[in-house]
């Protein structure tokens, strides 16, 4: 269970499943006691306490959420402050050029093709983690109100603007579930 406090029901949790790796965000959240849902169109938004954006093809996932008019629907549950999460591919969705939910923008491919990919410790928000950056975007340019919490080579490959958490990187490989327990307490956490 996420939060042990009684009463309290564990959170609905969406995960964007139109392309990517929806399927191991899924079972973390899960074994973190989370009630998770696979968005695939509009009404597989409602009700939902917070929502992944995982990574994938950048181009094909923006190609799926216009087929599924699922643009408006994600910034208006932005706009009402659902944490949202976004690893690798979700980082370039959630940038100032695509879907507009955080004052960024990416570089996608960044640090090179598939044959480029590797692992890197890094600190993020205080959780040490081995990252997994598989081609792998970067933060080119951040406004004032983002907070970079990890670099790679100068690199920003981690940040937060309000309820937003990105990372260039892909969690979900390792198993290791601690970036999405810091997710799922932002998610409890009430409403700034």
């Known amino acids: 269970m996420v939060d042990g406090t009684p009463g309290r029901t564990a959170p609905s949790v969406g995960v964007l499943a139109l392309q990517g790796d929806f399927a191991d965000h899924a079972r973390l959240l899960r074994g973190l006691g ?3 849902r696979e968005v695939r169109t509009p009404g597989d938004l409602e009700g939902l306490d917070g929502l992944v954006i995982p990574g994938g093809e950048s ?3 923006s190609l799926g ?10 910034r208006d549950l932005h706009a009402r402050g659902t944490p949202i999460l976004g690893t690798c591919a979700g980082l370039i969705m959630v940038d100032r050029k695509h879907l507009g939910l ?5 570089r996608r491919n960044a640090f090179g093709r598939q044959l480029h990919s590797f692992e890197a410790d890094l600190d993020v928000a205080g959780v040490g ?6 081609r792998a975007p970067w933060i080119d340019e951040a406004g004032p109100d983002v907070q970079i919490l990890a670099e790679v080579d100068g690199h920003p490959v981690a940040a937060r603007q309000g309820r937003v958490l990105v990372l260039a990187f892909h969690p979900e490989i390792q198993g290791d579930d601690r970036l999405h327990r810091l997710f799922l307490e932002q998610v409890a956490a009430p409403d700034p």
């Open 34 to 36: 989370a009630h998770v």
């Open 59 to 61: 181009t094909v996932m």
């Open 65 to 74: 959420i216009e087929r599924e008019g699922l643009a408006g629907p994600l």
């Open 102 to 106: 955080m004052d960024i923008t990416a």
């Open 129 to 134: 983690v081995r990252a997994v950056f598989i």
